[in-house]
């Protein structure tokens, strides 16, 4: 299953590659995610941004960005401007008590919601980076992160 999925990766990069800017074009992506299925406003967002598998999904000392922020409405969106192309993983979890910690119960079986750009099945454990990586270039790029709710919050 790994092979096939390495081989799906390796087909979506090449695939990328044939529309990355001229030499006269931009280096830089914008990268638009919409956050889908927030149990509700409460809170705030966090998110992590990798562009390796160095700490993914939750050291936020190894993340190319790590941010949270107030949810105002819903579907929450955040852009990521003059991204350099290349692959990126993203994992976001809705800190509902604004604790700005993700909260596990005493199973280690997370409280609070979460996800993660193409927005792997998630059983037993965080995805790898791989699971969750995309590959970005060209001017603009729009994913959706669906979230996941195990028990609680």
Do not use: W
Request: proline residues 4%; glycine residues 8%.
């Amino acid at each position: 299953m790994k092979k096939f999925q390495i081989g799906i990766l390796f087909l979506s990069i090449i695939g990328h590659l044939a529309f990355l800017p001229s030499a006269n074009g931009t280096a830089n992506s914008n990268l638009l995610v919409t956050i889908n299925g927030l149990k509700d406003q409460k809170g705030k967002v966090c998110f992590n941004l990798f562009s390796s598998s160095r700490g993914f999904p939750s050291n936020k000392k190894l993340a190319l960005q790590s941010k949270c922020i107030n949810i105002k409405e819903v579907p929450v969106q955040l852009n990521f401007k003059s991204l350099k192309a290349g692959t990126y993983a993203l994992s976001i979890y809705h800190d509902a008590n604004t604790d700005n910690k993700f909260n596990r119960n005493s199973l280690g079986m997370p409280v609070e919601g979460f996800g993660f750009s193409r927005n792997p099945r998630v059983l037993t454990s965080a995805p790898d980076f791989g699971d969750s990586a995309i590959f970005v270039a060209g001017e603009s790029m729009n994913i959706e992160v669906n979230m996941n709710y195990l028990m609680g919050s």
